[in-house]
C-alpha cells in the first residue's frame, strides 16, 4: 500500500509502532507531489528540510522518547501564513522573496505536535478571488478534472490533500476560502470560531474575517489537526474564547434540530440540491429534526466587498506603481474599487455584520446546526470570469461571489465556526459539498456531527 493513501491517524500510529518510518513518510509526500506536478499545488516545497526533520523524528522514535500525536506527519501550509525559514509569498510578486522569522501561531503548534512541514501551497494574491491562478506560479488544477477550478483561496492545500501530497493541510478562510476548495476537491475543510486558532498575520486584529484552519481528507484527521492547532493566546483579543468548551461531541444524531438552508437568495444546481437533500434526509434518518428555513444571504455580498476590497487598498495599494504589470489585474481592480469605498460605506458594512450576526445567534437558539449546500454548483470552469457573472444550471444567476458562495462568506462576517464535507458527487464525477455551520466555540461539536454523518454516508 502506498504510504500515502494512510489517513493521518494510520501514519501517526504505524510510525508510533516502527511499522513505517518518519522518514518513509516524508519521502512518500514529496515522491507524490513530484508524480503529480501538473497540478501545481506548491509554491516551495521544502524537501531537504523536511527530510532532515524526519531523521530527528525518527531518531526520536528509535530513541523510545514520547512522541507527539502527530509525529513524523507530513503537512503543507498555504503560503499566506507565516513559516520561520521558508519563504512565504502571499502569492504575490511584492512577497515573492520574503522569509519570515517567525511561524504563526497555527505553524508552531503543528510543528510542537510533531507534524514535518513539506511545502508551502498555492493562492491567488493575497487570497482575493476564488480561483486558483497567480501570477508567480500560475494556474493550479482540479485533482479529478482539469476543465473545472479546483476552488480558492486554500486551492493547493486542498489539490495537495485530495492528491494524496500529504494527508493533511493548513489553510486559511477570509470568505470561504478553506471550505471552497474542500467542496471542489472532496475533502473536509474546518473555518473554526474567531479566535479559536489565533492568527496573528492579520493587520487590523479587531476586525478580522480572515482565519487559520486544518484541512484533511477526512473528518478524524481534521479534528486531529485543529486539536493541535487550537488555544488561547493572550496576543490575540479573540483568544479568550479559546478556552471555551463549546457543546459536548454527541453522540447520535438522534434529536439535533437541524436548519435546512438550500438557497440563501441564490439559485442552486439541480444535482448540488439533490446531493445535499439526500445527506439531510440521512440525518433525518438517524433522527434527526429537520426544518427548511430562509435567510437572504446574497444582500451581504455588496457589504462583503465593501469590507475586502477596503482591506486590500490599504494593505497594498502603495504597491501597484511599483509592480505593475506582475500583479493580478483582477487584484488591481480590486485596490482600485477599494479606494472608492468611503468611510460611510465602511460602516454600513459594519452593521450588516452585527446584523448577520444576530440573526444568526437567534437562529441558533432554536436549531443545533445549519446545513446548506457549501457551494451552489459543482466546480466552476478553469476559465471562469470572477469579475463577471455566471449560469447555473444553464441560467443566469449572477455575480460569482453572490451566487456560488453566498452559504460561506456570512461565517467569517461573523464568526461563526463552519465546515463543508463531501456529500456526492455530479454526473461528471465532481464533487459536491456540504456545509455544516454552529455556534461559537461549537467547533468540536460540528465535527462530531460531521464524523456521524460520514459514518451515515460516506
Known sequence: MDVMNHSARELASLIRRRKISPVEAVQGALDRIEARRELNAFITVT??????????????????AELPPLHGVPYSV?????????????????????????????????KAAGAILIGKTTTPEFGHKPVAVAPIFGRTLHPIDPRFTPGASSSGAAVAV????????????????????????????????????????APDLFSVNSFVGPMARDVADTALLFDAIRGFD?????????????????????????????????????????????????????????????????????HFLVLLQSLLAARIGDNLERFGQRIDPTLVEAVLKGRQHSAIALHEAGFAKTRCFAELQALFERYDVLVSPTVSAPPLSIDVDVSGEIEIAGVPAGTVRGAWYPYTYPMNLTGHPALSMPCGKSSLGLPIGLQLAGRWYDDRYLLGIAALLEARIG
Open 234 to 302: 493572550r496576543r490575540d483579543p479573540y483568544g479568550l474564547g479559546a478556552e471555551a468548551q463549546g457543546r459536548p461531541v454527541p453522540l447520535s444524531l438522534a434529536g439535533l434540530k437541524v436548519a435546512w438552508l438550500p438557497s440563501a437568495g441564490n439559485p442552486v444546481d439541480p444535482e448540488v440540491l439533490a446531493a445535499t437533500r439526500a445527506a439531510v434526509r440521512a440525518m433525518e434518518g438517524e433522527g434527526a429534526i429537520v426544518e427548511e428555513i430562509r435567510l437572504d444571504f446574497v444582500s451581504l455580498e455588496r
Open 47 to 64: 524537501a531537504d528540510q523536511a527530510l532532515a526533520a524526519a531523521r530527528v523524528a525518527e531518531a526520536a522514535v528509535m530513541a523510545g
Open 78 to 110: 498555504k503560503d499566506l501564513t507565516a513559516t520561520a525559514g521558508v519563504r512565504t509569498t502571499m502569492g504575490s510578486a511584492i512577497y515573492e522573496n520574503f522569509v519570515p522569522k517567525e511561524d504563526a501561531i497555527a505553524v508552531a503548534r503543528a
Open 162 to 201: 485530495a492528491a494524496g501530497m500529504g494527508p493533511l493541510a493548513l489553510g486559511t478562510d477570509g470568505g470561504g476560502s478553506i471550505r471552497i476548495p474542500s467542496s471542489c476537491c472532496g475533502i473536509v475543510g474546518l473555518k473554526p470560531t474567531l479566535g479559536m486558532v489565533p492568527h496573528l498575520q
